[in-house]
């Protein structure tokens, strides 16, 4: 009964950012980790940045530099500043919990998009 609802999708100018966010809520246990992923049309969903519970931090190579995942484990939030925007970084983008003590599950959302127009 796990929900993840993601905003701050939308159109932004080649070079320009935008802000993520991403809340966790119904029956949560622990959350193990929290991250996002992409996707664009005809290629495979990929990891974008994954933030876990001791703050470990991973990213993609392709956004090293230019994005900043950050979370807020009071709200169950987890956030993704995108900075120097470009067309390839237009996809939909989908937020992931890894959630579960005893049995780790993993939850998305429904997704929001992200196009940057050159």
Do not use: H
């Amino acid at each position: 009964q796990v929900q993840l609802v993601e905003s701050g999708g939308g159109l932004v100018q080649t070079g320009g950012s935008l802000r993520l966010s991403c809340a966790a809520s119904g029956r949560i246990f622990s959350i193990n980790s929290m991250g996002w992923y992409r996707q664009a049309p005809g290629k495979q969903r990929e990891l974008v940045a994954r933030i876990t519970s001791e703050g470990s931090i991973n990213y993609a190579d392709s956004v090293k530099g230019r994005f900043t995942i950050s979370r807020d484990n009071a709200k169950n939030t987890v956030y993704l500043q995108m900075n120097s925007l470009n067309p390839e970084d237009t996809a939909l983008y989908y937020c992931n919990a890894n959630i579960g003590i005893f049995r780790a599950i993993d939850y998305w959302g429904q997704g929001t998009q992200v196009t940057v127009s050159s």
